[in-house]
């Protein structure tokens, strides 16, 4: 009787035993997956920051070997066509644009009167361009008319403005009147960051027929210097596995140094275009 007991008693040690080993050998097993694919995941991520470190390394090359070019060649406007092309010598992927914006109008710096005719000039009526121009005034100058800053339509307030600049044409969208399709119809001719004031001798139509509607046509100048002009540069770079695409606006100016430009704004997004 004893040893019958005995026996049953080992038979229940040797499976509690060897339950025992076949749960901690699950665990494990979890243990290691887990652990494998958390290392998959960091390894993931480490490729990702490292291809798009790179991305942004080949684009700001790009851009640089630009704005040098062009700072350089002793004349911006023959060095910018506004054409998309390799640069020299670069087997990276990356392919840039530069524009000159001399000549656009920048809504932050026009007179009340130049931006009526810029409306006029781009097919709006005048009683709509009147408006415009009269709401875009006010909000760079809140204080100027209304004390409250608060800016409206048929007596109606519909926006509240703290006089800050506009930096993009979606920020136009907040000027109480102004709608997408109008915001389509002018935004090719305006420029957010051009410190110089249009001349008539611009190569824009509609910014040349606002400057002659306010009288200011007979200002020619046939040279203009390129100090303070303003040039954008786009860079894309397309690399296995990711692309990219740079925008930058800068002022040129010749004779700084070490560096012949002034950032005024940089942006950064993705493709495709």
């Known amino acids: 009787m004893t040893k019958r007991r005995s026996s049953g008693t080992r038979r229940g040690e040797e499976g509690f035993a060897l339950l025992l080993v076949l749960w901690t050998m699950g665990f494990l097993a979890l243990l290691v997956s887990q652990v494998l694919s958390t290392g998959r995941s960091a390894m993931q991520l480490g490729e990702r920051v490292s291809l798009q470190a790179r991305l942004e390394t080949t684009a700001d090359a790009a851009i640089t070997t630009e704005l040098f070019t062009i700072a350089t060649s002793g004349h911006a406007a023959s060095a910018v066509n506004g054409m998309w092309h390799p640069l020299e010598g670069d087997d990276g992927g990356a392919t840039v644009r530069s524009v000159m914006e001399r000549g656009k109008l ?3 710096t026009a007179s009340r009167a130049l931006l009526q005719a810029f409306f006029t000039a781009s097919g709006l009526s005048s009683e709509q361009s009147s408006m415009l121009a009269e709401q875009i005034f006010s909000w760079r100058n809140p204080d100027s008319d209304n004390q409250a800053g608060s800016l409206s339509i048929a007596g109606k307030a519909v926006c509240t403005t703290t006089g800050a600049p506009f930096r993009t044409s979606d920020d136009l969208l907040a000027v ?3 709608t997408s399709l109008v915001l389509k119809i002018v935004s090719p001719h305006l420029s957010f960051s051009e410190l110089q004031q249009p001349s008539a001798a611009t190569e824009d139509k509609v910014v040349r027929a606002a400057l002659r509607q306010t ?3 007979g200002n020619v100048v ?3 210097s390129d100090e303070d002009t303003l040039i954008t540069v786009d860079a894309r770079v397309e690399l ?5 695409v740079r925008h930058v606006e800068v002022i040129l100016l010749p004779d700084a140094r070490p560096v012949p430009w002034k950032v005024m704004r940089w942006e ?3 493709l495709p275009f």
């Open 215 to 217: 009288g200011i046509a």
């Open 176 to 178: 109480p009147g102004m």
């Open 240 to 244: 296995r596995g990711g692309a990219i």
């Open 222 to 224: 046939d040279e203009v």
């Open 268 to 270: 950064t997004g993705a």
């Open 106 to 108: 920048n809504p932050n």
